[in-house]
């Protein structure tokens, strides 16, 4: 049940006011909670969206009872941080997060639903960050509507990625995103695609191949395996986008930190993943292609 106190220099805002510009309270979130009993309460008297508040006022949230349709299945999921608001975990590659088309009762959707489910919480699957399926890494799971509206401007990602060739000191690729001419999902650069910035950090390179740390300053669909591509440096094993499989058989790619201002709270939170040793598999493959040749 979230809860607030009004700043005493807020004294004589409304309701609605206070929850939409200083709660992060959706509009949608607002009028569920008027239908709601007891949606909100000031000092533990039942209010109206329009009712004025005083500096030092207590208001709480009672928030609406989730729906889902997501079908619960016993999956083995790896927790990284759970409070009353959200849950995160470590997705593992070649893991859907959500059902689709062949994906409908092994995805992390499935398992969250399961997880929620023995413990007795009814809540709804609610991705805050969404990766592809064969990335890997981090994920925030809302608990709330509420939650997920606060967190999905509050969180910064940082992600670690193989690319091919040699890259080295750090850059930024600042290109437009547009979905590629005949196609329904891959991505292409290009002019009347959506603004899409992305800054990376090189490790270390071996093998011809270099580590990266990137952080992105939007989130677009493949943004990082389109740009990566568009500078002639696609992700090791991303076919899709011109990386080659002979090594790896799923794109190089792990949301390795988040850091999150927490609902209701304000406190942050940086949490960690580490990605898998791309290198040092990079190096066995080619030390056992050098045995097969002598």
Not at 88 to 112: C, G, R, S, W, Y
Not at 209 to 216: A, G, N, P, R, V
């Amino acid at each position: 049940m979230p809860c607030f106190i009004v700043a005493q220099e807020l004294d004589g805002i409304s309701v609605r006011s206070f929850l939409r510009k200083h709660c992060n309270v959706s509009a949608r979130l607002l009028a569920r909670l008027k239908r709601t009993e007891n949606g909100m309460t000031v000092n533990g008297r039942t209010v109206r969206s329009i009712d004025v508040l005083k500096g030092g006022d207590r208001i709480e949230l009672t928030l609406p009872a989730d729906e889902s349709d997501i079908e619960p299945v016993e999956l083995p999921i790896e927790i990284v941080y759970e409070d009353e608001t959200m849950l995160v975990l470590n997705k593992p590659p070649f893991m859907p997060v959500h059902p689709v088309h062949e994906h409908q009762m092994d995805t992390l959707a499935n398992a969250v639903m399961y997880y929620y489910r023995q413990k007795g919480e009814k809540c709804t699957f609610r991705a805050v960050n969404r990766l592809d399926k064969d990335t890997s890494g981090l994920v925030i799971a809302a608990k709330s509507g509420y939650a997920h509206t606060f967190l999905s401007s509050s969180v910064k990602k940082k992600y670690t990625a193989l690319c091919e060739g040699i890259l080295e000191g750090s850059g930024t690729v600042d290109a437009p995103i547009r979905i590629k001419e005949g196609h329904t999902i891959q991505r292409e650069a290009g002019e009347g695609g959506v603004s899409a910035v992305t800054h990376y950090i090189a490790l270390c390179s071996a093998f011809g191949h270099t580590l990266l740390s990137l952080s992105l300053e939007t989130g677009r669909t493949h943004q990082i395996r389109t740009h990566l591509s568009h500078i002639g440096h696609p992700l090791a094993g991303d076919e899709m986008y011109g990386g080659s499989r002979k090594v790896f058989q799923r794109q190089c790619l792990h949301c390795s930190e988040l850091e999150i201002i927490k609902p209701v709270s304000m406190e942050r939170l940086v949490l960690k993943s580490s990605a898998e040793d791309w290198i040092g598999q990079l190096k066995k493959y080619f030390s056992s292609q050098g045995n097969q040749s002598s």
